[in-house]
């Protein structure tokens, strides 16, 4: 990845952080309103994110949908990236210890609680679903050790932006590039450490089903937790409709004792984590980032085999 900080890097830079500062006078749901409005004009300037959304649709939910449901889950997918844009500018300052209830409900968060509390270390996974920046936020703003795995931006002046208002209320962050050195050391000590677990691993990585087609998924995050011996939660942040209100919920745990009787158990809390993220983004596919290349790498295909690796 290339790192920009060239003059077009910071007129986007400015564009970018005028536009977010407009946002701060207006309240969130009105801004939440024009995000959307934005997405249309999006759609109609760069209509082929729309349609590679269409293509991951079609590929995912087959004849389960009519193109017509296709286009408008696409449409709507785009509305929600446009909304997330603007939660990531103005969530930070109206959501902390004392405000968080206003906006987001805990939905079968009861045991994570307890696991959190007994401070031995949680590692957390999402998907690029909903609001998910919202969960470490959360979490950080309760005051608990939260650390989060982060990919930077490539333009390197809007990065130290978001850096800095990840961590207004305590959130560290880890590069996703050498995440792993520091990430044992943050488990073990008692913190909790998310990833976004539906990422393309390139042909390295660990190929697993997701919504039915292999999908290249990160071995490290199930070689974590089989180094350190700690639970994976699997959670999101749902978005009610339009406006600034969520659920934040706990999709599975997964255990140690489940994956030390699996025959591979790498492969087994891969599959497991990915198969609870399929879940939560089918209870509602509009939230989902059907734009990202989530199988952008192919398994190779065996030499006289006639299968894949």
Known sequence: MKRKSNLKAW?????IRTVFAVMQAFPIDWNLRT???LAWVWIRLQPRYRDRAMTHLASSFGRNLTPAEIRN???RSLECLAMWAVEVACMPRLVNRFTWSRYI???NFEEVLGLIVEGRGVIMVTGHYGSFELIGHLLA???FNMTAVMRPLDNVYLNEYLVSTRRMHGLRLLDKKGAMRDAESVVRSGGLLSF???QDAGRKGLFVDFFGRPAST???IGLLAMTTGRPIVVGYARRYGNVARYDVGV???IYPREWEKQEDPLRWITESYTSAVEEFVRDDPEQYLWIHRRWKSVPRVRRGSGGRE
């Open 196 to 198: 976004i677990g539906d």
């Open 251 to 253: 999709q599975r745990i």
């Open 218 to 220: 990160y071995k490290s």
């Open 73 to 75: 889950l696409a449409n």
């Open 11 to 15: 007129i986007q830079y400015v564009a």
């Open 141 to 143: 703003a309760f005051g």
């Open 105 to 107: 409900n805990l939905v």
């Open 35 to 37: 995000g959307r409005w």
